[in-house]
């Protein structure tokens, strides 16, 4: 992801909002809906990780067009949740979390389910 900035201009001065900012408000909004386990790592935030640096918004891409903003994430689901249901929750709750958070317009989000996971037997 590139270090590119929205600008809010008004009386007062420019605000000016990093797309990190907005991948970190994904993933937080993503991660907080029932049936989301992670997100899902592509090959460069594997690499990262490789080498020791965290990232908390791998596999979330941000585009903005003209105070618009794109999202496109992949997610691993837990199993026994429907993935249509999900994926829908999840695009309603990264829509409302930007928009509240930032006053921008949410033009699309886009989820994958990259996989699911299944969780693990109990033992006594």
């Known amino acids: 992801m590139s270090e590119n900035y929205v600008s809010h201009a008004d009386k007062l001065?420019?605000?000016?909002?990093?797309?990190?900012?907005?991948a970190?408000?994904?993933?937080?909004?993503?991660?907080?809906?029932?049936g989301v386990y992670s997100l899902a790592?592509?090959?460069g935030s594997d690499i990262a990780e490789l080498l020791?640096?965290?990232?908390?918004t791998k596999g979330i891409h941000i585009q903005v067009?003209?105070?618009?903003?794109?999202?496109v994430l992949s997610v691993l689901m837990t199993y026994g949740h429907t993935i249509p249901d999900v994926g829908h929750a999840i695009q309603e709750n990264i829509k409302t979390a930007i928009e509240s958070m930032t006053g921008m317009a949410v033009g699309s989000v886009n989820?994958?389910?990259?996989?699911?996971?299944?969780?693990k037997p109990e033992t006594t």
């Open 13 to 22: 001065g420019n605000i000016h909002i990093s797309e990190e900012v907005l």
């Open 24 to 34: 970190a408000i994904t993933a937080a909004a993503a991660l907080e809906v029932d």
């Open 111 to 119: 989820v994958t389910v990259a996989g699911i996971v299944f969780a």
């Open 41 to 43: 790592a592509n090959l």
């Open 65 to 71: 067009e003209e105070e618009q903003v794109s999202v």
């Open 52 to 56: 020791g640096k965290k990232n908390l």
